[in-house]
Nanobody
Framework: QVQLVESGGGLVQPGGSLRLSCAASRSILSTFWSFNKGWYRQAPGKPRELVATMTNEGTTNYADSVKGRFTISKDNTRKTIYLQMNDLKPEDTAVYYC?????????WGRGIQVTVGT
């Protein structure tokens, strides 16, 4: 399994921006590029849902609720996945999880809280 650590969450006002980062363990330096990557979120009382994904070839997919506001990206050198979140809304409040998967493993971060409010 890959160790993943999220950072960058916190409290932000509606309309604000945050950038989440997800750093992968050093052990997968040479194969980071080969993993499918994604961000998911879970709000209280709701199931975990897809936010954004990126295949190992770079194809992206977004939930309809975040299209045009969120952007997933990666840095192969830093082994890090990013989620840029703009124009945040109260309904974006959730714990956000990053994910990396290939045919041999499926790894999750521990999650990070994002709260949108005043």
């Amino acid at each position: 399994q890959v160790q993943l650590v999220e950072s960058g969450g916190g409290l932000v006002q509606p309309g604000g921006s945050l950038r989440l980062s997800c750093a992968a363990s050093r052990s997968i330096l040479s194969t980071f590029w080969s993993f499918n990557k994604g961000w998911y979120r879970q709000a209280p009382g709701k199931p975990r849902e897809l936010v954004a994904t990126m295949t190992n070839e770079g194809t992206t997919n977004y939930a309809d609720s975040v299209k045009g506001r969120f952007t997933i990206s990666k840095d192969n050198t830093r082994k890090t996945i990013y989620l840029q979140m703009n124009d945040l809304k109260p309904e974006d409040t959730a714990v956000y999880y990053c994910n990396m998967a290939n045919k041999n493993s499926n790894s999750w971060g521990r999650g990070i809280q994002v709260t949108v409010g005043t």
